[in-house]
């Protein structure tokens, strides 16, 4: 962001966003804006596309479709946006994990001098690796509908509400002694409400509350739960040496009915960059959060994470690229298996990239990326491995 827009709002700076998107959308049908994109992603040989122990399976894959942005300016300050993109995923010799993908999201912003108002309505059917705790890729199909509002108090004072109400409903593939549909299968319901503070034209304290409602299809699944969450940090906006954010908070989440300990303590997500000259970018990230388990024994695990990387801008249209990340699934307790006592389950992480990325012409863009996974558990037989080698290219119109 350029010094020019310090005073502005956050209401006038979505509304110069909204003009922005609609304005780069060079297709038009009737009164429609239209920017469309073709890409293909992650076109190469993976050595486990399962994320499997034992004997994984290794297969070539790749992944392309269209994307379309659609806008629709109903008057100066409400406009429709919709995003729809099917996606087919190919690979080679596994022909039961070919298939489409579809992502569909439509919103209707109501802009307005000291309110920015936001209904949405998404759709998704995807078969994807949702985790790394699944081995498999359950087809998962979800239908969301949520409304946001945003409101400027003051020059420095800003307060936003969110509201998201959501059904999950995966696939019925079994895996070891459980069905993933029946474990997974829910309704959520979601709120959020956050106080932001301006502290320079740059930088934006916020202290946010969020709460969680859990409610699972299986009249016999003891996962129904609920979450209270307390989050602050910094929002730092584009355009400086500092970009990103940095979330941290304490969650507190009870299912009443798995007999299993509640969990309370740090939980966070957090995404920060720092560029201290245009050739080089440096980033960080921590990640902390309770996920609902597949395994019929433990409700849910606490996953933590925390990763840095490096991009070196070679020349002026290519750019190298490297991440490392650590991370740990852990699960709430102990369990008695054939009057065994088995350890709490803990899986430790490690992944490593290295990328090489080119900007071919304006609305071009291709890479080729290297990348090795390691899984290492507390369980007999669940440790895993994988590399992937491949590349992507995605056209703008």
Do not use: C
């Not at 122990?53 to 992944?63: E, F, L, Q, R, V």
């Not at 307060?159 to 895996?175: D, K, P, Q, V, W």
């Not at 065994?340 to 430790?348: C, E, G, T």
């Not at 990348?371 to 703008?396: C, H, I």
């Amino acid at each position: 962001m350029s010094r020019d827009l310090v005073g502005q709002t956050v209401i006038t700076r979505s509304r110069n966003d909204l003009d922005q998107q609609i304005k780069g959308a060079k297709l038009s049908l009737g009164p429609f804006k239209i920017k469309p994109v073709l890409f293909l992603n992650n076109a190469g040989y993976d050595s486990n596309i399962y994320r499997a122990p034992g004997n994984p399976i290794k297969d070539y894959s790749a992944t392309f479709g269209p994307g379309f942005n659609v806008y629709l300016p109903l008057s100066k300050s409400i406009i429709l946006s919709i995003y729809e993109s099917p996606q087919y995923v190919y690979f080679m010799e596994t022909k039961n994990g070919r298939g489409w993908n579809n992502y569909f999201k439509g919103q209707i912003h109501f802009v307005l001098r000291r309110f920015l108002f936001t209904i949405g309505k998404g759709y998704s059917s995807a078969s994807e690796l949702w985790n790394l705790e699944m081995e498999s890729r359950p087809r998962r199909k979800e239908d969301s509908l949520e409304g946001s509002i945003f409101s400027q108090i003051s020059k420095k004072v800003s307060l936003f509400f969110e509201y998201t109400g959501s059904n999950y409903a995966y696939e019925s593939l079994s895996r070891e002694q459980s069905n993933i549909g029946d474990q997974l299968n829910r309704d959520e319901k979601r709120a959020n409400f956050t106080i932001f503070y301006q502290l320079s034209y740059r930088v934006k304290f916020f202290l946010s509350y969020g709460y969680g409602f859990f409610d699972f299809v299986d009249p016999l699944n003891n996962r129904d739960s609920k979450s209270h969450a307390v989050y602050s940090g910094f929002e730092f906006l584009p355009g400086g040496v500092f970009g990103g954010r940095i979330n941290l908070g304490y969650k507190y989440f009870n299912a009443p009915k798995s007999g299993v300990k509640n969990y309370g303590g740090l939980v966070g997500d957090s995404g920060l960059s720092f560029r201290p000259f245009k050739l080089l970018n440096i980033r960080a990230s921590y990640r902390s959060d309770v996920d609902f388990s597949i395994m019929y024994n433990y409700p849910y695990f606490l996953g933590n994470s925390i990763g840095g990387g490096v991009s070196i801008y070679l020349l002026k249209d290519i750019r190298l690229d490297y991440d490392y990340n650590i991370g740990k699934y852990s699960y709430p307790e102990s369990l008695i298996i054939s009057q065994l006592l088995v350890p709490n389950r803990k899986d430790n992480y490690r992944t490593q990239s290295v990328g090489i990325y080119f900007r071919l012409k304006k609305n071009i863009g291709a890479g080729i990326t290297f990348s090795r996974w390691l899984r290492d558990s507390n369980f007999n037989g669940e440790d895993a491995k994988g590399t992937f080698v491949g590349g992507n290219v995605t056209y703008d119109f």
